[in-house]
């Protein structure tokens, strides 16, 4: 029999051979990040919306859409995921604007399924605002949103400020189209009544309960109020709204990066400008519709649209791998460091100085550019890069780093991704919110991920800030040991973040909340030796658990007993062996299912590049760990 460690150096020398192939020449990655049917969807839209349609894009982009429909007819959140209302009604009017038959099979089984499950005047906001753009509804089915709130007071308790950064974006011209309420050209006059229940003239119902608080159903009233009174409003301060919002959006544009550098937003924004009589030649016309184009991911048969771009966050990702597999004083390392660091934001004092106007730029955005919106996330795992980097150059980076993550620390000693004390909850509650996501909130996941940058370039587990944020966490412990992940697919993401950051912070691995977090992960392991998690934990299914192992979420749960000084556990030696067993010839792993999250409930993600770095990582870990024989993980990532 080969010696275990010989099988793990074969599969750390065909990942590792896999992850450099696909390094750009300057250093970065870049991995395609696919979310459902709805970007997609909405492109299509968007495209008979301006009439600018593609017939040969948008007959790729059906191809795509059709694939990914649910043997439950509609479409999904997530791969193998439940019927989605929204995701469905969308996909089903792209595939109809594309020129599907209604009588198709899939068209067929696609209308039963909106139909029985309420139809479409069931679908969420955003969903019905892209109806009312198409007349398929009234305006009334969308909650009042009048763009005179651009110009509300601080104190005012609905403000620009209280909310996230990727609200924020989305709103500012939303709200403008809200305000004029543009009709899509829809050149080929495609219409989907047969998708409601009840004719959307006749619907009484557009905003109802169960609602979630009594703050519900106050913000019920008060929109029943302002869908009365907002016409009313004087012309000339609504003019002001809007040119402050052309404002807003203008000094934010960000290139061929677009608004916030998130489709929605950018999507909006050309129909912002659209709407406001600019040609398709002005320099801001012309560079949102290019922005919103660099999201397309066009294959020889097949296209989709990307939700927005991660080249920072894949960097610094695949970076941390190659590190652990080469030394990090390899030359991949290195370019890779000397990409990132001209890419972190120095200059631009972004949205989030207004809850912190003191503290100096010196975060990184999650895309190529977005300098109004740096994120702590991105920040801390590229800072922990640098400084395990080991070269002097980086040190001002990573001081300004550490200071921007200082002073971004929330309240009550955890952190938010974009924003400083973003946790107005209340707001969650009004009908324009019935994603639930309104807010970016201090998270486990991410309070962890500052937690082990600060601890890694040398801040003592007892200076305040560190001290406040890792009460924070424990109290934030689960009964059953686990943490709930915000931004990955969950408690399995959530344990492992958590326990990266109690072990750079020095905690010793017979801590009771060490131990109760690997007791958790060591529960969850599957019979085949790997591990998995479904998005359903976001609502009520079992957490840590799935119908299959995943290679993304196998890696975590083994940084994460590894962080707990458990390498030698036998969890551990069957999940290498997992990991071992299932890794292609060409040194890459498949992961069909969504092990991120946009919005819990609302908006999965799939990153391509989670199967490749995570599973290195993970390999690489264990081997060094295994031949130096150590027990304790020397870095926060």
Known sequence: MPDPLDIVDQAVDGARGALLRRQKPDGHWVF???????????????????DRIEPELERKIGVYLRATQGAHGGWPLFHDGAFNMSASVKAYFALKLLGDDPSAPHMVRAREAILAAGGAERANVFARAHLALFGEVPWRAVPVMPVELVLLPRWFPFHLDKVSYWSRTVIVPLSVLMARKPRARNPRRVHIPELFCTPPDQVRDWIRGPFRSGWGRFFKGLDAVLQIAEPLFPAALRRRAEAWAVRFVTERLNGEDGLGAIYPAMANTVMMFDTLGYPPDHPDAAIAWASVRKLLVVEDD????????????DTGLAAHAIAEAEGAASPDVAH???????????????????????????GWAFQYENPHYPDVDDTAVVGMLLHRQG???????????????VAMQCKGGGWGAFDADNDKMFLNHIPFADHGALLDPPTADVTARCVSFLAQIGMAPTDPVVSRALDWLRRE?????????????NYIYGTWSVLCA?????????????????????????????????????????????????????????LGLMAAGENDHPAVARGIAWLAATQGADGEWEEAPYTAVGFPRVFYLRYHGYRLFFPLLALARHRTLRRGNAHRVAWGF
């Open 336 to 362: 890779a460091c000397d990409w990132l660091r001209g890419k972190q934001v120095l200059d631009v004092v972004g949205d989030w100085a207004r809850a912190r106007p003191a503290a100096v730029p010196g």
């Open 302 to 313: 097949s296209a989709y649209c990307q939700p927005c771009l991660s080249p920072v966050w």
């Open 391 to 405: 070269d002097p150059a980086h040190a001002e980076s990573i001081a300004r780093a550490r200071d921007w993550i």
């Open 32 to 50: 395609e990040l696919e979310a459902d049917a709805t970007i997609p969807a909405e492109y299509v839209l968007l495209e008979h919306f301006l």
């Open 502 to 558: 109690l072990n750079a912070a020095g905690l010793p691995a017979d801590d009771t909340a060490m131990r109760r977090a690997a007791q958790f992960l060591v529960a969850t392991q599957r019979e085949d030796g790997g591990w998995g998690e479904d998005n359903e934990t976001y609502a009520d299914a079992p957490r840590g658990r799935y119908h299959r192992s995943n290679p993304s979420q196998t890696a975590w749960a083994l």
């Open 477 to 489: 412990q689960l009964p059953d040991g686990s943490w709930f992940g915000r931004w990955g697919t």
